[in-house]
């Protein structure tokens, strides 16, 4: 059983189009998180949820949207892609009680053309 | 804030020779620190912890000791396998539970082992 899982793996679309991630894990952690990983594989946090509740936005543009159904799902929508929202989008989970690991996806790889 | 910074990568190696790639951080308290692992085209996965000063992670032949006194804990292997050709992750939680604790990571660091 895949513990955090993400789809899809693979995303191209053009500029200007809407898209979303889903992404669900099945540990019973109750906090989810979306991190963006660029070229150069530099990881940065966008959002976190606990028990469905946003918790931490990263000065992320309004064109990304998380939305969280209950603890186990975190969706992630993008609106009005741009060629610089190109990267691999991981999701991850997480019971934030101190010096727990976080359980990372399997990442989905955005281009935008 | 709080921060890790790792040795700048690439770092090439021939088989069985001996691995260590630095990390330092800047934290208030006693952070959590961890390193991952993330081979081509996967997710991260965790490789080892240490929670409190002077624990030592290990795993598959992998060792980190958390040093309070100079803000270290580098990774370090006594023989390289090509398999173990990946990005290495620092990184850091502090030392609070709770629903704003995250973690954060280091720039990464491209381990390449040649046979």
């Known amino acids: 059983d895949t513990a955090v899982s993400q789809t899809p793996k693979y995303l191209v679309t053009q500029m200007g189009n809407d898209k979303s991630i889903k992404c669900e894990q099945n540990l019973g952690h109750d906090t989810m998180y979306w991190y963006k990983q660029d070229s150069k594989k ?21 064109r990304f949207s998380p939305k969280s159904p209950d603890k186990a799902h975190l969706n992630l929508h993008i609106n009005s892609l741009e060629l610089g929202d190109s990267a691999v989008y991981f999701c991850a989970s997480r019971a934030t009680t101190s010096g727990t690991e976080a359980f990372f996806g399997q990442g989905t790889r955005l281009t935008v053309v | 804030g709080d921060s890790v910074t790792q040795m700048e990568g690439p770092v090439t190696l021939s088989e069985e020779a001996f691995l260590t790639i630095n990390c330092t951080y800047t934290a208030t308290g006693y952070p959590s620190l961890f390193w991952y692992v993330q ?55 502090d030392q609070y539970g709770g629903a704003t604790n995250k973690l954060i990571f280091g720039t990464g660091t491209l381990l390449a082992v040649q046979p």
């Open chain 1, 42 to 62: 530099f990881l940065k946090i966008m959002f976190s949820y606990n028990n469905k509740e946003l918790i931490i936005n990263e000065t992320v543009p309004n």
């Open chain 2, 39 to 93: 081979y081509p085209g996967e997710g991260l996965q965790l490789l080892l912890k240490a929670t409190k000063a002077d624990d030592k992670g290990s795993n598959k032949g992998f060792e980190a000791t958390y040093r309070k006194e100079t803000t270290s804990f580098h990774l370090e292997k006594g023989s390289v396998q090509v398999s173990d050709s990946a990005v290495y992750f620092c990184a850091l939680s």
